[in-house]
């Protein structure tokens, strides 16, 4: 993440990104068992999700107490929460294709959404 951060400094591109969190709401990632790309919409600290979803959905058990991430897939019409074990960055540079970017985001630059949200 540190050459992505060190390239987005460069362009001038402010990145806004929680506390102890090792991704940030525009990135693209990809994800570790499924191999599929998408872009971070949202940022939980710790996971926000009912016990139900969890016992149903994350089925490796990924710890409760670090970071969570809501997730457009590319190519889909999916949207996930993640867990942050289970990111990685990706490197590609190609956009996300999915109906929603433009809800989210108001441009793409050097591999990065920039968020259409004002940060107070």
Not at 34 to 46: A, L, Q
Request: glycine share 6%; proline share 7%; aromatic share 12%.
């Amino acid at each position: 993440m540190d050459h992505l951060l060190d390239r987005t400094r460069h362009l001038g591109i402010q990145l806004p990104q929680p506390v102890g969190t090792r991704f940030f709401i525009g990135q693209l990632i990809c994800h570790a068992l499924f191999e599929y790309r998408g872009v971070i919409i949202d940022v939980d600290p710790v996971f926000q999700g009912s016990n139900e979803w969890y016992e149903e959905m994350a089925k490796s058990r990924p710890p409760k107490d670090r970071p969570w991430y809501q997730v457009l897939v590319d190519g889909s019409t999916t949207e996930t929460y993640v867990a942050e074990r289970n990111l990685q960055a990706d490197w590609c540079l190609d956009p996300i294709v999915h109906p929603k970017v433009s809800l989210f985001f108001s441009g793409f630059d050097a591999g990065v959404y920039q968020s259409n949200k004002t940060i107070n």
